[in-house]
């Protein structure tokens, strides 16, 4: 059974960083991450960081110069590197992964984890 686990997430000062990670295991089909989500409470999912088709990363305005998104296929991991962290980045942050699965690309995610910026 797939399995998509977030992790990394804690408590840190403003100006701190945190490196989150998403393991995907229980599978040996092709796996395919597109990227990382957060959501705060009272406010709609956000789109953060994602990779294109041709591997090239993408940026929420919000985000971009701090935070960097990388993979490791071989782990089948993905990772968000979190720098320059302020208040408002506090959230729940998820991952999106595509798995194959007969011939069709099904969508995973996994359950989060928090980031609590503090001032």
């Known amino acids: 059974q797939v399995q998509v686990v977030e992790s990394g997430g804690g408590l840190v000062q403003a100006g701190g960083s945190l490196r989150l990670s998403c393991a995907v295991s229980?599978?040996?089909?092709?796996?395919?991450?597109i990227g990382w989500y957060r959501q705060a409470p009272g406010k709609q999912r956000e789109r953060i960081a994602t990779?294109?088709?041709?591997?090239?990363?993408n940026y929420s305005d919000s985000v971009k110069g701090r935070f960097t998104i990388s993979r490791d296929n071989a782990k089948n991991t993905m990772y968000l590197q979190m720098n320059s962290l302020k208040p408002e980045d506090t959230a729940g942050y998820l991952c999106?992964?595509?798995?194959?699965?007969?011939?069709?690309?099904?969508?995973?995610w996994g359950r989060g984890t928090q980031v609590t910026v503090s001032s």
């Open positions: 999106d992964v595509r798995v194959m699965r007969s011939g069709s690309w099904y969508q995973y």
């Open positions: 229980g599978t040996t089909a092709s796996i395919n991450p």
């Open positions: 990779f294109s088709s041709d591997g090239s990363t």
